[in-house]
Every structure is written in C-alpha cells, then in structure tokens.
C-alpha cells in the first residue's frame, strides 16, 4: 500500500510530538499553519520555547551487517 506525501509527513509530525511529550515537554502541532514550523515545543522548567521542522522518509528498516536491522531516527 503506498501512503499519500501528506500522510507520511503527518505520521513523522505525531511520532515526533508523541516522543517529545514521553519526555515531559509541552508541545503542539502548527498543521501546517506556520512556514517552516512543524511543532511548537515548551520547556517547563527553563521557560523556553523552540520552533521544529520535521522531515520523513517513506524508505523503510535498513539491513547491516553488524547490527541487524536498523530504522533511523536522525536529528538535527
């Protein structure tokens, strides 16, 4: 089955937001109402607020030689 554009980078956004959320952050999905910004993010303790951009890729698990499978998760 082949998923939409649209679709996988909504599944990346709420993966991310779901993670973000696990580790006690506050955070927010634009839905694509702010260029460039994907989730809003807040920390509590220092008060700060950060702008993320999320970006997905429709290539699956990697196979490696030396560690089995592999499904990435790059930040930056």
Not at 2 to 24: D, F, H, M, Q, W
Not at 36 to 58: A, G, P, Y
């Amino acid at each position: 089955m082949k998923i939409s554009p649209n679709s996988l980078a909504l599944t990346g956004e709420y993966l991310v937001l779901a993670r973000l959320t696990l580790c006690g952050y506050i955070a927010t999905l634009t839905l694509g109402n702010t260029k460039s910004v994907d989730i809003l993010l807040s920390n509590e303790k220092t008060k700060r607020v950060f702008r993320l951009e999320v970006k997905t890729t429709s290539n699956g698990p990697t196979k490696s030689r030396y560690f089995g499978t592999n499904i990435e998760w790059m930040m930056g």
